[in-house]
């Protein structure tokens, strides 16, 4: 039997499910955006929603950015594995709130061949979806270069996926990190379309979008982020840009990083050193 508060769930969802595709339609979406995000920002405040983890942590004071060092990436998938056991994700190699590219270079080619953990031949390489790795389908090739490539969820300045969203789950904190609200998600996938990334993906079991947080229940405790805690060579880096000596902002100081797809205009907040101009 279902409670009282799971069936006002489903109600109030079914609700701004017609809500937003009404708004959709009707061209109105920014406004019905600013209204609900008004009233999540203070269901949050003062229910100990999303936005707000814990009781005494200041979104204010705090500006979050992420770094990837891919000169020190070695493809051993365990900030995959890692984020999918914190965060819940779908134990299949379909649905990941982050994932590593392989970008190969052989002898004669110009442009790079590129695969992920979702690859059909790593996946039999792996001997199941539960499990990750790279298949060595190059030894007995002719490679010129390789490296990993780390993606996930860019955090941007200007999100396009906050933008389309018709119910205002979809919002950006006061501190910089770009958060799904559940609760008011309807599974329009409107956000999902939107991302140039492709960083989000939808949840079958749930009927909603998800992606990567940076671990926000984490980094609001003073805790780092799943996968940059695990990673073993200190490729993934985090902190608080507000503070100029935290690990992030030296990263970004001593070395020229740069962001992916910067012509969109979403303003990543996700920076990279050590990738070629055909990473995207």
């Given amino acids: 039997m279902k409670s009282q508060n799971d069936l006002s769930s489903a109600a109030r969802r079914e609700f701004l499910g017609k809500l937003g595709?009404?708004?959709?339609?009707?061209?109105?979406?920014?406004a019905g955006v600013g209204a609900l995000g008004a009233v999540q920002e203070a269901e949050a405040k003062t229910d100990g929603g999303a936005s707000f983890p814990t009781p005494d942590y200041d979104w204010t004071k705090h500006r979050w950015g992420?770094?990837?060092d891919a000169t020190k990436c070695i493809g051993c998938l365990r900030c995959v594995e890692a984020c999918k056991k914190e965060n819940h994700v779908a134990g299949d190699a379909h649905h990941f709130r982050t994932w590593v590219e392989r970008y190969v270079y052989l002898e004669g080619e110009d442009k790079p061949r590129i695969d992920s953990q979702q690859d059909p031949v790593n996946i039999a390489a792996s001997g199941s979806e539960k499990e990750y790795r790279f298949a060595n389908r190059y030894k007995?090739?002719?490679?010129?270069?390789a490296f990993f490539v780390p993606k996930l969820c860019n955090h941007?300045?200007?999100?396009?996926?906050?933008?389309?969203?018709?119910?205002?789950a979809t919002y950006k904190t006061k501190d910089g990190v770009v958060l799904i609200d559940h609760t008011y998600c309807i599974g329009?996938?409107?956000c999902v379309?939107?991302?140039?990334?492709?960083?989000?993906?939808?949840?079958?079991?749930?009927?909603?979008?998800?992606?990567?947080?940076?671990?926000?229940h984490r980094i609001t405790k003073g805790l780092q982020p799943a996968c940059v805690e695990i990673c073993p060579v200190g490729?993934?880096?985090?902190?608080?840009?507000?503070d100029k000596q935290s690990p992030i902002s030296l990263f970004i100081r001593n070395n020229r990083v740069q962001v992916l797809k910067p012509e969109t205009g979403n303003a990543p907040n996700v920076y990279y050193v050590g990738i070629d101009k055909e990473v995207n």
């Fill in 188 to 190: 329009c996938q409107y």
């Fill in 21 to 30: 595709l009404a708004a959709g339609c009707a061209g109105t979406v920014a």
């Fill in 193 to 216: 379309q939107a991302c140039p990334y492709g960083a989000r993906f939808f949840n079958d079991a749930e009927r909603v979008t998800d992606k990567c947080t940076w671990c926000y």
């Fill in 66 to 68: 992420y770094g990837v």
């Fill in 140 to 145: 007995d090739a002719k490679v010129e270069k």
């Fill in 156 to 168: 941007c300045t200007h999100p396009a996926c906050v933008q389309v969203c018709p119910t205002g």
């Fill in 235 to 242: 490729a993934r880096i985090f902190g608080d840009l507000n």
